[in-house]
């Protein structure tokens, strides 16, 4: 037995290490209910563990390289740089031609910061909270398209995070680790999006194909479908927002496998081989920029001063309505009542006192037979008071203690300019002009 | 120069630095995941593979080739989003045979290296497609002739990569 696993140890290791990782692609891989095998989306702490040691001992690498990269490059367009400043310094002295070579670097550099700046407007202007990465590496193997990012967990970065550019949309979060996360390409065969067409409203879903290419599948033939029609997201599959731009339709192909179905080919609009920077969306929250929050802040404010103005007309409606039934209390006197208080800023006015009783005069009442009598007629006829006391009088002003002058009608007074007394008074009812308080008085 | 290698003789088994076995196959794996965000859809090479080979056959180890094969496949799986075996698989059957196959030919060869590298790299591929489609039963698109293409990158870059690693080895 000894000598057989020595004679034959190769193979004997060769079928162990088989074995073991066919075992382990097993357990992997799970049965739907239509009876179809697919991979576990979410992968099972061993083997989330392995891919975070692989990923661990590449992205460092990588990381460096990146960063060499841009050093290297940027280090390098410094020293053009420097040159070409120095021979235009020279050439433009010499002929004019050479200012236009130097306006063709200049435009070229215009161009390059046009990108980055509308990159930046993009985010700026995006409603929903988004973090910008870069693209740092790839899964390497052709049909895997999935890369990687230099934003992680740290950052807020969650597992199905969309992730686009100011062109369209690129992909999901796949996996996320501390400082990088995994982003599953939506040319990827696994991959899933909610699409729509712009013109024709058809809807599909979107996924990529064995040549790494966009389609949008299971859609019924529709000679309305043309090419160039734009596509955009749908927002139905919980990880795009709706209405990004996916791409723009190249081509029509019936489906294979059924007759009546096509499948459209996509143009992306994102450059999803040359991906330098990526924005993830990391909350679907509305973000507004500064002037729209100042907005909402004093639409807000107006809002609680109107209620509060509100508040303060129902408080005093019902300090009024609580007040009314009190002018007049009927179990005080008449000199006791509330009226009477000199520091009432509307004193109520009262008729005057006639200079010689009369028949109008509380108690000289004739009775009603001696009315009815023709000699009493005359008597009834005499005037009662002098002109002068009973025919009301010009409005005179008068000046109040506050200084603001009013008019009122009554009996002639030899000191007009005088401060009004409080007390019976002849004249109009009180008026709406505004009173300042007498201290210590009811208001 | 004969293509086989002489039966007689015992095989030359080279030796390299350690730091050599860890970091060339880093190397392979590290390229292999930053070179396609530069060469887009053209990446057409599986660089693990030809370090894989390159080992193999060089120390004529079929226990040696098959764990470096195991270990570099199960490391490219990880990084992608698929089942993590699929590529260890089809490395440990290619590493197997690379070393099985040196002990018998003239490794230094560099038109038996191209071919062997053209044949691995077809075989690999053919495994993953086996691996996904028939033992695993998913659903995996596959054209043949990016395979194709895999294969002549792959024994291109052999030929000139071996002859560069080959700097590496401890001469006594």
Redesign the interface.
């Known amino acids: 037995m000894e000598s057989f696993f020595v004679r034959y140890?190769?193979l004997v290791?060769?079928l162990a290490?088989?074995l073991a990782?066919?075992i382990?692609?097993?357990v992997?891989?799970r049965r739907t209910s239509e009876g179809?095998?697919?991979?576990d989306p979410s992968d099972g702490p061993g083997?989330r563990l392995?891919?975070l040691?692989?990923?661990g001992?590449?992205t460092p690498?990588?990381m460096i390289?990146?960063a060499s990269k841009t050093g290297s490059r940027g280090l390098w367009q410094n020293y053009l740089d420097l040159r070409s400043v120095r021979q235009q310094n020279q050439e433009l002295q010499k002929t004019i031609d050479r200012l236009r070579l130097e306006q063709a670097a200049l435009l070229e550099d215009a161009r390059q910061g046009q990108r980055l700046q509308a990159l930046a407007n993009f985010q700026q202007k995006y409603i929903y909270q988004t973090v910008a990465a870069q693209?740092i590496?790839?899964?390497?193997?052709?049909?895997?398209h999935?890369?990687?990012i230099d934003k992680g967990s740290a950052e807020g970065l969650n597992r199905d995070d969309a992730v686009i550019t100011a062109d369209g949309i690129v992909g999901k979060v796949?996996?996320v680790f501390p400082h990088t996360a995994?982003v599953?390409a939506v040319n990827?065969?696994?991959s899933g999006a909610g699409v729509i067409l712009e013109t024709t409203r058809t809807r599909g879903i979107l996924r990529g194909?064995?040549?790494?290419q966009l389609e949008i599948v299971d859609i019924l033939a529709d000679k309305r479908i043309q090419k160039g029609e734009i596509v955009l997201t749908a927002g139905g599959d919980q990880i795009f927002p709706r209405g990004l731009p996916v791409g723009v339709v190249e081509n029509v192909v019936p489906d294979p496998e059924r007759d009546s179905f096509i499948d459209v080919i996509v143009t992306p609009a994102a450059h999803l081989?040359?991906?330098d920077e990526v924005l993830v969306v990391t909350s679907t929250q509305p973000r507004f920029s500064p002037e729209q929050q100042q907005d909402l802040a004093t639409s807000e404010a107006l809002k609680g001063s109107e209620a509060a103005a509100i508040k303060e007309q129902k408080k005093a409606s019902e300090i009024m309505a609580e007040r009314l039934p009190g002018l007049v209390d009927p179990n005080l006197p008449p000199d006791q009542q509330p009226l009477h208080d000199s520091s009432n800023p509307t004193p109520v006015a009262h008729p005057p006192q006639a200079l010689h009783p009369d028949r109008f005069t509380p108690g000289n009442a004739p009775d009603a037979a001696s009315e009815a009598t023709p000699e009493a007629l005359p008597h009834a006829k005499a005037p009662a008071v002098p002109d002068s006391v009973t025919q009301p009088k010009p409005k005179t002003p008068v000046v109040k203690p506050s200084g603001t002058p009013s008019t009122t009608v009554g009996k002639p007074t030899s000191k007009p300019a005088q401060p009004k007394q409080t007390g019976p008074q002849t004249g109009k009812p009180p008026t709406n002009q505004p009173q300042k308080a007498q201290p210590g008085g009811n208001t | 120069m004969p293509l086989l290698g002489d039966d007689r003789r015992n095989p030359e088994i080279r030796r390299y630095p350690i730091l050599a076995y860890a970091l060339v196959p880093?190397?392979a794996?590290?390229l292999?995941?930053?070179?396609?965000?530069v060469l887009?859809?053209f990446?057409?090479f599986d660089l693990p593979l030809v370090v894989t080979v390159y080992f193999a056959l060089d120390r004529r180890s079929?226990?040696q080739g098959?764990?470096m094969g195991?270990a570099m496949g199960?490391?490219?799986d990880?990084?992608?989003?698929?089942?993590?075996?699929?590529?260890?698989?089809a490395k440990?059957?290619a590493g197997?045979l690379a070393a099985?196959i040196g002990v018998r030919v003239d490794v230094e060869n560099h038109t038996i290296r191209l071919v062997l590298n053209f044949l691995l790299s077809l075989l690999s591929s053919g495994i993953?497609v086996f691996?996904s489609r028939f033992?695993?039963?998913?659903?995996?698109?596959?054209?043949w002739y990016?395979s194709i293409y895999?294969a002549i990158g792959n024994s291109l870059i052999a030929v000139v990569l071996f002859p560069l690693l080959d700097r590496l080895q401890i001469r006594e």
């Open positions: 140890r190769n290791v060769l290490i088989l990782q066919i382990g692609l097993a992997q891989v179809r095998s697919t991979l083997v392995i891919r040691w692989a990923q001992v590449v690498p990588e390289i990146h693209a590496g790839s899964s390497g193997s052709e049909q895997s999935v890369f990687y796949r996996d995994q599953l990827d065969q696994t194909n064995a040549a790494g081989d040359r991906l | 880093l190397a794996l590290v292999q995941a930053w070179l396609p965000r887009g859809r990446a057409w079929p226990i098959t764990l195991a199960l490391f490219e990880a990084l992608s989003h698929h089942a993590i075996g699929i590529n260890g698989v440990t059957v197997f099985s993953v691996v033992l695993l039963g998913l659903d995996l698109e596959w054209r990016t895999a």
